[in-house]
């Protein structure tokens, strides 16, 4: 049975480093009703990253969220979810890409995102996507760097289009940029 478009919101939240993204994408999805779920990206390699991950789970301490930690088939595990998820906040693209870029996942995460483009409009829930936008600093001197600025600009790109709303944040400021 094919599935039809829905009327839930899609979000990209982007921002540097320390900008407030996480924080903000976790408030608006409290506001919506449903179960809440955390799609983590992220992967604790080291001492400092594991306490890191510690402060967000924090955040997320309410009896509504849910974590489901994926590094890279985000795609698949979004498509698992039904009509019972209120929100699902993806956190982070920025890490999703550069895991797929480490693990040499280049092509499966071009399928992905072309994917979750599509897929964007089709889910049951509202969806926030949380990404570091990297074109705001200088061309890095390094070629593996220069990919990455590269790749994650086009991610954000098409999850820009793709999404209803775009948000930049700033010093702890939303930013309505699209919506």
Request: one cysteine or more.
């Given at each position: 049975m094919p599935r039809t478009?829905?009327?839930?919101?899609?979000?990209?939240?982007?921002?540097?480093?320390?900008?407030?993204?996480?924080?903000?994408?976790l408030q608006r999805a409290q506001g919506w009703d449903g179960r809440l779920v955390y799609v983590?990206?992220?992967?604790?390699?080291?001492?400092?990253?594991?306490?890191?991950?510690?402060?967000?789970?924090?955040?997320?301490?309410?009896?509504?969220?849910?974590?489901?930690?994926?590094p890279l088939e985000v795609v698949w595990r979004l498509k698992e979810l039904d009509e019972s998820v209120g929100a699902v906040v993806l956190d982070c693209v920025?890490?999703?890409?550069?895991?797929?870029?480490?693990s040499n996942q280049r092509d499966q995460l071009h399928n992905q995102v072309a994917e979750l483009v599509e897929e964007i409009p089709l889910f049951p829930f509202h969806f926030l996507a949380v990404s570091n936008e990297v074109?705001?600093?200088?061309?890095?001197?390094?070629?593996?760097?220069?990919?990455?600025?590269?790749?994650?600009?086009a991610v954000n790109?098409?999850?820009?289009k793709a999404c209803?709303?775009?948000?930049f944040m700033t010093a702890g400021l939303p930013l309505k940029v699209k919506g």
């Open positions: 478009q829905v009327a839930k919101e899609s979000v990209l939240v982007l921002g540097g480093a320390r900008s407030g993204k996480s924080a903000y994408a983590a990206t992220a992967e604790a390699k080291d001492e400092e990253m594991r306490r890191r991950i510690a402060r967000h789970r924090a955040r997320r301490r309410s009896r509504r969220w849910e974590t489901i930690e994926e920025t890490l999703w890409v550069s895991n797929a870029l480490l074109g705001l600093g200088i061309v890095p001197e390094n070629p593996l760097a220069r990919e990455y600025c590269d790749l994650l600009g790109q098409q999850l820009a209803k709303e775009v948000i």
